[in-house]
């Protein structure tokens, strides 16, 4: 350690070096040692005196801990929104996993929120669990103010809330649709503009937006879901527009047929149908997408990357 200690620590082991040494010269060694003690303290010099080990030991202890603390403060804080299952569990366990602090948001599934906490914090990140329904305003103002409350900011957003109300339009009810937009759209634009307001104010951030290939496409029986999604891409857009000046970034991910409880309740006649649509023949992951997020928001070679919708489909829209 003392071919890189710190100030601090090199003052320390100078110290114990000159009080050891005024130790050895009280002892009685001197120019009139007999030859053999003279021996012995050749010998003794050779390796450092016990006090000095001791110091070292002392410094690099002291070190390693103000090194781990020092990681501790520099984690980043990660608010997910829909976290507690599907494609929102997994992005919060890969960044939960990469030693971020993440808050956990639900609306309705408590127990399987605390799970993912749990399981965060046995991979050795931090987690909170918040309820709440990013088509309120207070609820998401409650949400961000958790975060801050507990770690005092945030420093990665990744708005994947997100709900369906599949129907022919002809069908679609106007109640439908806007439930649809309030959360899906509506809800992103009231946790970007909480969150950014921090950002803003350490000129630091990167926002992530889960959309989806039907924003890019449309679907049919999903006018509500793809109108919300083409939105969020506009949106996105536009806040990283806005806000570039403040280092803060703004993508969006478009999935395509990620693996789910719904995909697996798919007859075999239609799941056919669906992976011939898929160059790559298969449904993707929840931890692909995660994968993916992680990188636009912890991979320094993603600063320069802003704006951009992102598909990950197998190469089903291109």
């Keep these: 350690m003392a071919a890189v200690a710190s100030p601090s620590s090199a003052a320390l082991l100078q110290a114990a070096a000159s009080s050891v040494s005024r130790l050895n010269a009280s002892a009685g060694f001197s120019a009139r040692t ?70 956990v948001n639900y609306a309705r599934s408590s127990k399987e929120a ?39 900011t945030i420093d990665i957003l990744v708005n994947n809330a997100g709900i369906t109300r599949d129907t022919l339009m002809m069908r679609m009810k106007k109640s ?45 029986g999903q006018a509500n879901y793809s109108a919300a999604k083409a939105g969020v891409i506009g949106l996105t857009k536009t806040v990283a527009r806005e806000y570039a000046s403040r280092n803060i970034t703004a993508n969006a991910i478009a999935p395509g047929f990620i693996a789910s409880d719904m995909t697996a309740k798919l007859s075999a006649d239609i799941e056919k149908k669906i992976l011939e649509t898929i160059p790559l023949g298969r449904y993707g992951t929840p931890e692909e ?30």
């Design 114 to 152: 605390e799970d993912v906490a749990k399981q965060i914090e046995e991979s050795g990140g931090e987690a909170i669990v918040w309820g709440g329904d990013v088509s309120k305003e207070e609820d998401v103002n409650a949400i961000m103010k958790a975060a801050v409350d507990k770690w005092s």
């Design 34 to 103: 007999t030859l053999s003690s003279s021996r012995s303290l050749q010998l003794s010099l050779r390796r450092p005196p016990c006090s000095l080990i001791n110091v070292r030991s002392m410094v690099a202890t002291t070190e390693e801990v103000t090194l781990e603390t020092s990681k501790a403060l520099e984690a980043p804080v990660v608010v997910v929104t829909g976290a507690s299952r599907g494609i929102g569990k997994a992005i919060a366990l890969a960044l939960g996993s990469a030693g971020c602090k993440v808050l």
């Design 176 to 220: 439908q649709w806007q439930e649809v937009l309030d959360l899906n759209l509506t809800g992103v634009f009231m946790c970007t503009q909480a969150a950014a307001k921090l950002m803003m104010k350490k000129r630091k951030g990167r926002i992530i937006n889960i959309s989806s290939v039907v924003g890019l496409t449309g679907n049919v």
């Design 289 to 318: 997408v995660a994968g993916l997020v992680k990188v636009l928001a912890l991979d320094p070679a993603a600063a320069y990357i802003t704006g951009q919708v992102l598909t990950i489909d197998g190469g089903m829209v291109m």
